[in-house]
């Protein structure tokens, strides 16, 4: 009886936001490279995919900075469901940063269904390693934005 009334009290004081399904969070990318040159754009591209993908149709992005400062694990999907429930954020996007050579990166990114844990898309791109904002306007336009995936969720498309 007495641990029902405290996790109730505890519930009370951090309710679990409801998911809002035209809020997406775009994690970290995992950088998969010993390259400190490519290991900037862990950050980078979830700062330039919330950018790009910011106000899309109805899609509004977690600001960048909630993300780095609350954002925990790994770039999986299992990391990115808890994050978009913590957040309240009904989609969520995690990726990786591979090196593919002497100056070339591969960019692969996943759109989750925080609600379902459903993939809704995945896009991976090529690009020389010291131009993570073409991995980053590619990724954006090429694959996240499935229209026939956003029409699903009930959502304008996020491009």
Do not use: N
């Not at 429930?85 to 050579?101: D, N, P, Q, S, W």
């Amino acid at each position: 009886m007495v641990l029902a009334v405290l996790v109730t009290l505890v519930m009370r004081r951090h309710p679990t936001p409801t998911l809002d399904r035209s809020l997406l969070a775009v994690a970290p990318f995992d950088v998969l490279s010993p390259d400190k040159d490519l290991a900037v754009w862990g950050e980078g591209l979830m700062d330039l995919l919330s950018r790009s993908l910011d106000a899309a149709g109805s899609i509004r992005t977690l600001a960048p900075t909630i993300t780095a400062h609350r954002w925990s694990g790994r770039a999986d999907a299992t990391s990115a469901e808890a994050f978009g429930r913590r957040t309240g954020a009904g989609l969520a996007v995690f990726g990786t940063l591979v090196a593919i050579g002497g100056d070339s990166a591969r960019g692969a990114a996943t759109l989750l269904d925080v609600a379902s844990g459903a993939v809704l898309a995945e896009q991976g791109v090529g690009e020389r390693a010291d131009r993570g904002d073409r991995v980053a306007d590619s990724l954006a336009v090429r694959g996240l934005g499935d229209r026939r995936q956003a029409r699903t969720l009930g959502c304008t498309p996020l491009m």
